[in-house]
């Protein structure tokens, strides 16, 4: 096979086989071998091949970054990634010619469903939602914050005890959770809200970690022996406390606490279940004897001294 031959063979990814080429690797799964490989290696990958070098050296170069800088460059790399295959799709949809006697003929053009569909994933892929969190209250890991205590995710960089249970989303310590990029605040309108303002992160989230984030807006947890069950509702037999978590009530803030008197009821959505938050079940040796619980309606409370004391639940926050 002369060189000429060769290189063209290598170009359209396809080696001898029988009487006709086949495909090595589908174009338009590329960036998925990509991503099966360092960054070095695809380097080389793109340095033997002019198709490849054609195609993918901007791909590759942000592969260098990302694996330099995690989640700095992560996000636009799977944009990048993203439009290039749409780009091919529609390509590939708008025309299509087929080599018919050793001359090109044009054939009726192929169905727009790839592109449609590829479309659909680039959009869902590029869909984030942006929220401020406190950083001091982080560990930076790639690709995820993981919590060092108690805190929040915040629509802005107003004090917790300013905003609404619609504005704030809880996380408790030692949650790890996924972000697709970090960034300094840079809306003087919240830099400027109070001195702390410049210590608070941007962080980009997928919608479904919002979604489950706000799904727990109702949980708590309780310590059982304190309670009688009554189905959907449950019945203090002490003095004790809602918790936001499965931790000692000396070892939580204020804010992740509710003091609950005796006697008072608390109403559920449904029956109290075991703890099965895999975050929640290995703190200390008492989990088990806790429950998860799920209130119908957020609490009333009055503040004494600098705990929150039910009073009853408010419907209408919920």
Not at 153 to 181: C, D, N
Not at 191 to 216: C, D, F, N, S, T
Request: glycine share 6%; charged share 25%.
């Amino acid at each position: 096979m002369s060189a000429a031959k060769l290189q063209t063979e290598i170009d359209e990814f396809r080696v001898p086989a029988g009487d006709g080429p086949c495909t090595v690797w589908p174009k338009e799964d590329m960036f998925r071998l990509l991503g099966f490989v360092q960054a070095e290696t695809a380097s080389r990958l793109v340095v033997a091949c002019s198709a490849l070098c054609h195609g993918f050296c901007s791909s590759v170069a942000l592969m260098r970054q990302c694996e330099a800088e995690p989640g700095k460059h992560e996000q636009e790399l799977q944009a990048h990634q993203a439009l290039a295959s749409l780009e091919l799709y529609i390509s590939k949809a708008s025309t299509h010619t087929s080599e018919v006697e050793g001359v090109g003929t044009p054939e009726a053009p192929l169905t727009w469903n790839g592109a449609w569909d590829q479309l659909r994933s680039l959009e869902a892929d590029l869909h984030t939602e942006m929220r401020y969190v406190y950083g001091m209250d982080w560990e930076l890991k790639p690709g995820k914050l993981v919590s060092k205590k108690g805190t929040w995710v915040k629509r802005t960089t107003q004090f917790s005890w300013e905003l609404s249970e619609t504005h704030k989303l809880y996380i408790p310590q030692g949650v790890a959770m996924p972000v697709l990029q970090t960034g300094q605040v840079a809306d003087q309108m919240e830099l400027k809200r109070h001195e702390w303002g410049p210590q608070h992160l941007r962080v980009w989230l997928k919608p479904a970690i919002v979604h489950m984030l706000e799904a727990r807006r109702g949980t708590w947890f309780v310590y059982w022996p304190h309670w009688e069950d009554n189905g959907n509702a449950i019945v203090a037999l002490a003095d004790t406390w809602l918790k936001r978590t499965t931790q000692m009530s000396g070892e939580l803030a204020p804010f992740e606490l509710v003091y609950v008197p005796r006697g008072m009821s608390v109403r559920l959505t449904k029956p109290a279940g075991p703890v099965d938050e895999q975050w929640e079940t290995s703190r200390h040796e008492h989990v088990h004897k806790h429950r998860k619980v799920v209130l119908v309606a957020a609490p009333s409370t009055v503040k004494q001294d600098k705990y929150d004391v039910l009073i009853g639940q408010n419907d209408k926050q919920q």
